[in-house]
């Protein structure tokens, strides 16, 4: 079983928020408010309670209110390292290859702007048991234009084909599902990142991989993870997560 503590968690984090704002104007993404806690240290938290000790943050949009704000981590119980990207902003690819000398053998990557209480004890374990190189968490959506779409061996769970945006799948079958944010990858995955520039790995890299290889899988969950990139989607969040809150005290 893998050890938790030593396991590094990417925190995506430095996207520019612009279907947020005016939210956004003067804060990060990852850092609007719920009841109080910055969404990033909701994630980094939930997290930390699961015996998880590591962290590396890349920064780009208003960079200092994240670093003022979590410094090392210590007062949180953690470690926190910084990837800048302020000169360009990488991509999911292009910051991961960026932050690889920080990385794990075993890494999770969790998009800064997505809002869950989801347990990695089982994707950790199912990534190990098949020796993977990548495991995505998949979710149904009633609105699948919005994401990435994954087919997958129900036998298996293994991705056979990868839809990147944009696509014309309005309705789910039995077979497709949506990428949540959520994924764990053997560092074997950065070999095939160029070094350098912008890369996006949910639509360039993982497609070919795909193509080419069997040891990429999906793991579903009926679990709500939440993106929260506009103000509809944000306000439906702060909800819900009161809910969660109050279920989890007892109110």
Partial sequence: MLDRSKITVALLSAGLGTRLRPITDTIPKVMVSFDGTPLLEHTIL?????????FV??????PQAIIDHFGNGERFGVEIIYTDEREELLETG???KKME??????????????LHFYNFRALLDFHERHNALATLVLKRSDLPANGDIAEIDPETNRITVWHP????IEEYGNKYYLNSGLE???KRILDFIPP????????????????????IYGLPTEENI???????KYEFAKNWYREQKNKNHGT
């Fill in 46 to 54: 939930l997290l930390r309670d699961q015996g998880f000790r590591k």
């Fill in 57 to 62: 943050v890349n920064l780009h949009y208003l």
């Fill in 94 to 96: 292009g910051g991961l």
């Fill in 101 to 114: 000398s920080h990385l794990s053998d075993t890494f999770i990557v969790v998009y800064g702007d997505h």
């Fill in 165 to 168: 945006r944009p696509h014309d």
């Fill in 184 to 186: 764990v990858f053997s």
């Fill in 196 to 215: 350098k520039g912008p890369v996006k790995l949910d639509a360039q890299i993982l497609p070919l991989l795909i193509k080419k290889r069997t040891d």
């Fill in 226 to 232: 939440l993106d929260i990139g506009t103000p509809e």
